[in-house]
């Protein structure tokens, strides 16, 4: 079951108090608020349970490595592809759900391959951006630095102020071996570079396919 649905069936379980209260009177106030709170504090680990039972408890230090050695490969092959391209970066953001606004899924960088400022790498995003855009659209999205790009709307000023340096970036879906139809993204691979997308290419057909087959590899190790 999706874990939104399992969320609003369980959270169902806390209007029952309330009923009783209106055919059952005798119930005392504090038998009734502490059945209301069990069933919320029971819906909202149920849920984060559903949430995150997909990922497998692997140490970080296994992920930083096998992660790094995908990050590499895929640099090389993308470097392969466009040898005019110097500058590049990459990283990959998990979707979490954070209290209290757990029906939203938020990005912050997890594991990267190349130098991030500081605050970069505390930057969340939720719907905006290149990679909430692709994470809620569920596809690939790419940016070249313009003015009045469309990507860059809906960002907050900190946002664009910390990623201006930025000239180019390709955001990738990342799914769970599982999900066969590629409909839930748990992550998004992105790649980025100073450089405009002239020079980078992350909006032609083999950098979107070579990013689309390392996320897939990602995937699998990450679920």
């Known amino acids: 079951m999706h874990p939104i649905l399992h969320c609003v069936l369980l959270a169902g379980i806390s209007l029952i108090p309330l009923s009783l209260n209106l055919f059952h009177p005798i119930f005392s106030d504090l038998t009734k608020y502490s059945i209301i709170i069990i069933a919320f504090v029971l819906t909202y680990t149920l849920y984060f349970h559903q949430f995150y039972k ?4 692997k140490s970080r230090e296994y992920l930083d490595k096998i992660l790094g050695e995908l990050f590499s490969s895929l640099d090389k092959k993308a470097r392969e592809v466009r040898p005019q391209l110097n500058d590049l970066r990459i990283n990959v953001m998990i979707a979490k759900r954070k209290f209290p606004r757990i029906w939203e899924k938020h990005l912050k960088i997890d594991f990267y391959h190349g130098e991030y400022f500081p605050a970069e790498k505390e930057l969340e995003f939720v719907k905006n951006g290149c990679c909430g855009s692709a994470l809620y659209d569920n596809a690939q999205y790419y940016y070249d630095a313009e003015p009045h790009h469309e990507a860059l709307r809906s960002m907050t000023e900190i946002q664009k102020k910390v990623t201006e340096h930025l000239g180019s970036i390709l955001s990738t879906p990342i799914y769970s071996p ?6 839930h993204p748990i992550a998004i691979l992105n790649l980025d570079s100073t450089e405009r997308i002239n020079k980078t290419g992350f909006d032609e057909d083999i950098m979107l396919k070579i990013a689309a087959y390392y996320a897939a590899l990602i995937g699998g190790q990450l679920i």
């Open 54 to 57: 997909p990922f497998k408890k």
């Open 178 to 183: 599982k999900d066969e139809y590629k409909e």
